[in-house]
């Protein structure tokens, strides 16, 4: 018999299961609090009676994420962690420190189908989506591990999260609710790689999130051959729904530039980028490109990258290189899982 996911669910949707299992409405907000607040075991939510814990064993799941694997680093205490899911499968997160409290950055889905060429996360393409619940565990668990409190949540992890649109809409409502976790939506960053029709139904839920779009390039020329995605949606279809978000929200967008030797780092690129970012209120966000083991890029060297901050800036637009934490225990997005996985740690990942 499946399980049913009782930490994704909501308070309205708690109130309804508690009611088919004839408890009273009160009981909904006493568990709410308890699973959205990080208790991974019935038996410690002291206020619910043993009975009624003994049911919810009996036909619920609490998700969580297991430490297998965390690397603390020596220079700045950034922690990255590979979790272990119910069924054996490992995504990555990160902690990082920054002066106005800590970040998470979190996976949204277990490999990811959109095969950018730059990315390890890709390269197996998907295996599964991940719950909300699994979402709101790799906070939970990195709370409780490091003894803080977590403010900011980046959705940059492993996976796209508008390729599990309904699921990382649920986590938002959940994270935010303030008798759980309640990090406020505008402390939390969604990164796209330009899903547009989801961009789309994403404004309509008018949340204060950051959108942050992974545009890595000023044409499609050079991003159809980066980004699979750009040849569904190009880069003006991509940008005019990002004006069309703007308008509903009024947030300010920010967009990746992960900065790649003799592609996307002439001079050409930065004014070809001012060019079309015109008019849009954002921020870009250079990444100096992190090599893959499995593929031969390069970073351009750091002049490189400055020159081309320093053109953009002259251009008009907001732009700064991203600071690097963590450099001693490097590994980009999806690599460090596809090491475990090749370590055999995670039991399921054996046979794949
Ligand atoms: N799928 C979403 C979010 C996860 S990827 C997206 O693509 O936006 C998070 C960020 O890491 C994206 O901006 C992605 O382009 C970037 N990234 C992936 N591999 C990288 C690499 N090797 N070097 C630098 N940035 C990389
Ligand atoms: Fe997926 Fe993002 Fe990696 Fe592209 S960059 S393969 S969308 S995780």
């Not at 977590?150 to 959940?174: H, Q, R, T, Y």
């Not at 994270?175 to 505008?186: A, F, M, Q, T, Y």
């Not at 390039?217 to 980066?226: F, K, L």
């Not at 004006?243 to 967009?255: G, L």
Request: with cysteine; aromatic share 6%.
């Amino acid at each position: 018999m499946d399980k049913i996911d009782i930490r994704s669910m909501d308070e309205n949707e708690l109130i309804g299961f508690l009611n088919e299992l004839s408890q009273p409405k009160f009981r909904a907000n006493q568990l709410f609090k308890w699973l959205q607040q990080g208790i991974d075991d019935f038996d410690e939510m002291t206020n619910i009676p043993k009975n009624l814990r003994d049911i919810l064993k009996e036909k619920c799941y609490i998700a969580k994420a297991e430490i297998v694997k965390k690397f603390v680093s020596k220079i700045d205490g950034t922690v990255k962690y590979v979790f272990e899911l119910f069924d054996g499968e490992c995504v990555e997160s990160v902690v990082m420190k920054y002066e106005h409290g800590y970040t998470i950055c979190i996976s949204t889905q277990v490999g990811c189908r959109m095969g950018c060429s730059f990315c390890a996360s890709g390269i197996d393409g998907l295996y599964r989506n991940l719950t909300p619940s699994e979402m709101l565990a790799q906070i939970t668990t990195a709370q409780r591990d490091n003894n803080i409190r977590i403010s900011n949540v980046v959705m940059m992890g492993m996976g796209e999260p508008l390729d599990n649109f309904d699921n990382s809409v649920k986590f938002l409502k959940l994270v935010s609710n303030d008798n759980g976790l309640n990090i406020g939506l505008r402390h939390i960053s969604l990164s796209t790689s330009g899903v547009v029709s989801r961009i789309k139904d994403l404004k309509d839920y008018n949340f204060p999130i950051t959108l942050s779009i992974s545009l890595h390039a000023p044409n499609d020329e050079i991003r159809s051959s980066m980004m699979r995605v750009n040849k569904k949606w190009g880069v003006d279809e991509l940008l005019s729904a990002c004006r069309e978000y703007q308008k509903v929200t009024a947030r300010r967008i920010s967009f990746e530039y992960a900065l790649i030797e003799n592609v996307n780092d002439s001079d050409a690129c930065a004014d070809e980028l001012a060019k079309r970012l015109r008019g849009i209120m954002c921020h870009v966000n250079l990444i100096p490109a992190n090599p893959v083991k499995e593929n031969s890029f390069k970073k351009p060297d750091m002049n490189r990258i400055i020159h081309f901050k320093e053109r953009l800036i002259k251009n008009g637009i907001n732009a700064t290189v991203r600071r690097t934490l963590g450099a001693d225990i490097d590994a980009s997005c999806g690599q460090l899982r596809r090491k475990v996985k090749e370590e055999n740690v995670c039991e399921n990942l054996q046979s794949n």
